[in-house]
């Protein structure tokens, strides 16, 4: 049920998938959504035609490497398995892609079971 969208700067087609590894089974592992429960966007933007921006906000330095990982997903988690799915990403995007969790950006939105439709026009969720 998450929906993922990563958006990197000048990232190829191998370091987007080992993101989107990255993000899947820190999900997998932490919130415990199903494996087979698949829905991302993955971007890179190259600077000219699509840009990401970004600023020192609390304190870090990032750098051309930044990653922006936004995850909608339905409400009801504790701050405890959000803390830990913060640092699962960091440090699975570390491990697969090389990126530094310095340069890690999450943002999670959270909504209601009525909120998704996985196609046919049908409010999965909701009976």
Same mark, same amino acid.
């Given at each position: 049920? $998450?929906?993922? =969208?990563? /958006?990197?700067?000048?990232?190829?087609?191998?370091?987007?998938?080992?993101? @989107? #590894?990255?993000?899947?089974?820190?999900?997998?592992?932490?919130?415990?959504?199903?494996?087979?429960?698949?829905?991302?966007?993955?971007?890179?933007?190259?600077?000219?035609?699509?840009?990401?921006?970004?600023?020192?906000? $609390?304190?870090? =330095?990032? /750098?051309?490497?930044?990653?922006?990982?936004?995850?909608?997903?339905?409400? @009801? #988690?504790?701050?405890?398995?959000?803390?830990?799915?913060?640092?699962?990403?960091?440090?699975?995007?570390?491990?697969?892609?090389?990126?530094?969790?310095?340069?890690?950006?999450?943002?999670?939105?959270?909504?209601?079971?009525?909120?998704?439709?996985?196609?046919?026009?049908?409010?999965?969720?909701?009976?």
């Amino acid at each position: 049920m $998450p929906f993922v =969208r990563i /958006d990197a700067i000048r990232a190829d087609p191998e370091r987007l998938d080992a993101l @989107g #590894r990255a993000v899947h089974d820190a999900m997998v592992e932490t919130v415990g959504i199903p494996s087979d429960d698949l829905f991302q966007v993955l971007t890179s933007h190259d600077g000219t035609r699509s840009v990401m921006r970004y600023g020192a906000f $609390p304190g870090l =330095r990032r /750098d051309d490497d930044a990653v922006f990982v936004a995850i909608t997903l339905r409400s @009801g #988690r504790t701050p405890e398995v959000k803390k830990a799915l913060y640092r699962r990403i960091a440090e699975l995007a570390h491990a697969y892609a090389g990126t530094e969790p310095r340069n890690v950006l999450v943002s999670l939105t959270e909504n209601e079971s009525i909120d998704w439709s996985f196609g046919l026009g049908v409010a999965h969720y909701v009976p």
